[in-house]
């Protein structure tokens, strides 16, 4: 059914170059329809040199709240007036509403990662160990969400050691200090078989590079029974990454959670509706991948 517009349908929307690949216009628009709202969400490609010109012109014709993605997660906070503490923890944006005429800025990737950890696998984390693949944009919002939840440690390898000590750094004024270390690649032998959480935030693995993962089997061998294998990648359903760790006895998620999750979040914000459509943003992400429900 397509959408009618009316004079009072409201914007949102998502920025980024490329923004064509983008799944949030999908699980927006199937949100809002479903919620009866006079709403459209659409994706707007904006190079980078046009930002600054793009977010007065949406303050301009009234845009409600926008999404961002690559490659504007960082440069957006100098244009706006006010970021949450948990943006500026992981010095990224992914989601602007307008208040009181000024644009505020959050992230809720971590609230999307959190999610299924909050949820169907709640448990008591203070004793438990972190160990995660990858130190990208991605790996500070699991970082973020792993200290939320209260993990005793949490240990983050990745393949370059000057950007693994870049990451370490940035986090040197938060409370993360005594629980938090960077490791190389190497050291995974010795990481893997503590870890009750395992997290790839590579892109190793992702679609069309399916028959990849970050693990050879060895490794992932002495990953204990029971450690939940956590992988950020919502195509393929499941990765290598999972296969390997289910067959050890893990308890398998993927991102597609996090995905569906921080666009909740997302629209909790801008809508504040009486009930949230997770379902059915769920459902039209599943359709639109051509995923098994
Ligand atoms: P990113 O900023 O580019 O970071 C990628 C990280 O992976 C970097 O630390 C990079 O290492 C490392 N890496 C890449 N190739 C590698 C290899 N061959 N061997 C070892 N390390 C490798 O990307 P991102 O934004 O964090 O996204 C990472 C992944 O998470 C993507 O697959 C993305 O689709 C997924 N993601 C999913 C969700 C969701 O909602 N489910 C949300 C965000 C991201 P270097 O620093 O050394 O280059």
Redesign the pocket.
Known sequence: MTKEITGKTKLLGVIGHPVEHSLSPVMHNAAIAQLGLDYIYLPFPIEPQNLEVAIAGFAAVGVVGFNVT?PHKQAIIPLLSEITPLAQTIKAVNTVSRQNNQWVGTNT?IE??IAPLQTTYKQDWSQKVAVI?????????VVAGCTQLGFAQIHVV???MQ?LQEFRNSWSNSSLADKFQVHQ?EELPKLIPQANLLVN????G?YPKVDES?LSVEEIANLPTGAIAYD???IPQPTQFLQQAQKQGAIAID??E??VQ?GVAALKIWLQPETLPVEVMRQALQNHLGLEQ
């Open positions: 690559i990737d999307g990662f693949l990858g130190n990208g944009g991605a790996a500070r919002a990745g393949r370059n950007r690649w935030t590579t892109p190793i992702m970050p950020l990648i919502y991102g597609l996090m995905l921080q």
